[in-house]
């Protein structure tokens, strides 16, 4: 029987969400080509810039709550998945690693970053298109 639009669309996001996910490990692990590489995927697949900023943003959120909890000692698979909300344990381990490779000031200083990149997509600044890109560039570099 043919598929139905609701099931096609269900793959096809659940694909993207992935997308996503592998899109916000990449910059966590600090490799630069994979993560250009699939934003500029994700984006050619019609993603909105806000939109990426918005789950960078989230990652980047998650990412100190996680250094909190770590710090503390209290980095539990249970704890990890209260915060992270996902139960699949290779994606926590690497919410942990990536935690660690920042420094608690590195992550806070993504949020101005972020803000930045924003207004300038949403204003249609001068460097408006190059703005994600730089972004990320810069995330994976820990500016």
């Not at 598929?3 to 269900?10: A, M, P, W, Y």
Request: charged content about 30%.
């Amino acid at each position: 029987s043919p598929l139905s639009l609701e099931q096609v669309q269900g793959v096809v996001g659940d694909r993207r969400q992935g997308d996503f996910f592998a899109f916000q490990h990449y910059i966590g692990e600090g490799d630069v080509a994979a993560a250009l590489q699939m934003l500029d995927k994700l984006l050619t697949e019609g993603e909105e810039g806000p939109r990426l900023i918005s789950s960078i943003f989230y990652y980047f959120k998650v990412l100190l709550q996680v250094k909190e909890l770590d710090e503390r000692g209290e980095a539990t698979q249970d704890n990890l998945t209260k915060i992270t909300r996902t139960t699949y344990g290779r994606a926590n381990e690497r919410f942990l690693k990536a935690s660690r490779r920042f420094s608690r000031e590195e992550l806070f200083m993504a949020f101005p970053g972020l803000l930045h990149a924003d207004v300038e997509m949403k204003t249609g600044g001068p460097r408006a298109d190059e703005a994600l890109p730089a972004l990320v560039a810069g995330l994976c570099e820990r500016v």
